[in-house]
């Protein structure tokens, strides 16, 4: 179960581009489920692959994701998700 505090303002990451897609997909495909009970910040990235809407939320050392849906499971970035993913925002 995965509680999140606050009700800050969320950016929303907008994938024009395939190139774009293709490191969201992979962060996706490519991310660990993480076990038990986590308490964190209100996400500050929202983004959408087809029709599911992800949370993210990008540290310098961590990166994690949640479907909207499913507000009951987070995922752990690979690093080399991460990095892109970071890239990605840093030049938007």
């Known amino acids: 179960m995965v509680k999140i505090n606050s009700q800050a303002k969320m950016e929303n990451i907008e994938l024009n581009e395939a190139i774009e897609v293709a490191i969201f997909v992979k962060a996706v495909k490519d991310s660990t489920k993480e076990q038990g009970i986590s308490a964190i910040e209100y996400p500050k990235y929202i983004f959408k692959l087809d029709e599911e809407e992800w949370f993210l939320w990008a540290t310098e050392d961590t990166g994690r994701i949640m479907n909207v ?19 990605f925002i840093n030049k938007n």
Request: charged share 35%.
């Open 69 to 87: 849906k499913d507000t009951y499971t987070i995922y752990l970035l690979s690093d080399s998700s991460l990095k892109e993913i970071k890239e």
